[in-house]
């Protein structure tokens, strides 16, 4: 489940709750206010300070009331859900921006559908290749809907055109630093579990001298195996920086001169459909069987709540809906969650 929502419901969750932590909260939601309301008044005109103090330390009433109104409400009403929505009401008189609301919807739906495929995994499994496939094609439905949004930022991303060169340079350094981070802390992490494995065996030395001496000798052969078998370090990162690397980066750089052409045409002489038709159609002739393309599925979450914060803006009742159901998705999951511990 998403951190950062696993928190928030655990907090609104909390019970029973005492005087101290009212008083707590109180002290650090109104402190948070007013230390805001000094770096805004600063900025703003003289006609507005006022209407913008009242705004803001409306709002931080409208949070108090939402931490600390979930135990109230559960006395009265006796009932989880309701006892939930009725402290959600409070939240519901926020002044959030749209990616507030579509950062709880989405988060709240891959967790909702992470929880379902937990259940039928049993009976369904989706090898890698597979999940990649799907990561492919929703990256392949999003970004023609993507193209008219508003977030300057993603469209210079996504959509702004290089030549082959500069992008395949921008990608192949992009994909080299990833690969030595990722190898830096796999071996680091390595390290620590072979210190991990050979602490608690230098404790076990006064006690059973022969199970450590096992212990040691078989440590002895598995290095030796990995010694004879695997490579050397520094073939491993020029095998990955100028090997693997060198492929993915080309791939995709002759991919995004695909969505830049099929983007930029004057009159689309096709639908959203057809475009990602076409852009599934060049991941598939690109990546063939291997899968080397992978999709972040992190990236597919940002793309996600850019595009539903886009629709929700300057939409104040959808926003409050997006919100509610969000936050009532992720109680569903929290208690899902807990229910399959044992």
């Known amino acids: 489940m998403n951190k950062a929502l696993s928190k928030i419901i655990a907090i609104i969750l909390s019970e029973p709750i005492t005087m101290r932590q009212v008083l707590r909260r109180a002290l650090a939601v109104y402190g948070l206010a007013s230390i805001l309301s000094l770096v805004k008044l600063r900025r703003a005109s003289a006609g507005i300070r006022r209407a913008l103090v009242i705004g803001i330390f409306q709002n931080a009433s409208w949070l108090l009331a939402l931490l600390n109104g979930y135990p109230v409400a559960r ?29 709880a919807l989405v988060e709240s739906i891959v967790d909702a559908v992470r929880n379902i495929h937990v259940s039928i995994a049993g009976s369904v499994h989706f090898d890698d290749v597979t999940s990649n496939s799907v990561r492919q094609a929703a990256l392949s439905l999003l970004l023609p809907l993507l193209w008219k949004t508003r977030n300057a930022r993603v469209k210079s991303l996504l959509f702004d055109r290089k030549s082959v060169a500069r992008d395949f340079l921008a990608l192949f350094a992009l994909w080299n630093t990833i690969s030595l981070y990722s190898f830096v802390k796999s071996s680091l992490y390595k390290k620590e579990d072979r210190q991990k494995r050979r602490g608690p065996d230098t404790n076990k030395d006064r006690e059973t001298h022969n199970a450590l001496n096992s212990r040691v000798l078989k440590d002895k052969f598995r290095e ?23 492929t993915i980066a080309a791939k995709w750089a002759i991919w995004r001169q695909l969505l830049w052409f099929l983007m930029r045409v004057e009159k689309k002489p096709c639908s959203n459909l057809q475009l990602s038709s076409m852009l599934m159609l060049g991941f598939y002739v690109l990546d063939s069987s291997y899968s080397r393309m992978f999709v972040r599925p992190g990236v597919l979450r940002y793309l996600a709540r850019v595009l539903v914060a886009d629709k929700l803006q300057h939409r104040g009742d959808w926003q409050k809906t997006a919100l509610w159901a969000g936050f009532n998705l992720s109680l569903w999951s929290k208690i899902q969650e807990e229910g399959q511990r044992p």
């Open 75 to 103: 006395k009265v009403l006796k009932n989880k859900f309701l006892s939930f929505n009725a402290a959600l009401v409070a939240a519901m008189q926020l002044m959030l921006p749209p990616w507030v609301s579509s950062y």
């Open 224 to 246: 030796i195996s990995e010694l004879r078998t695997s490579r050397g370090t520094w073939d491993k990162v020029i095998s990955c920086c100028f090997g693997e690397n060198l």
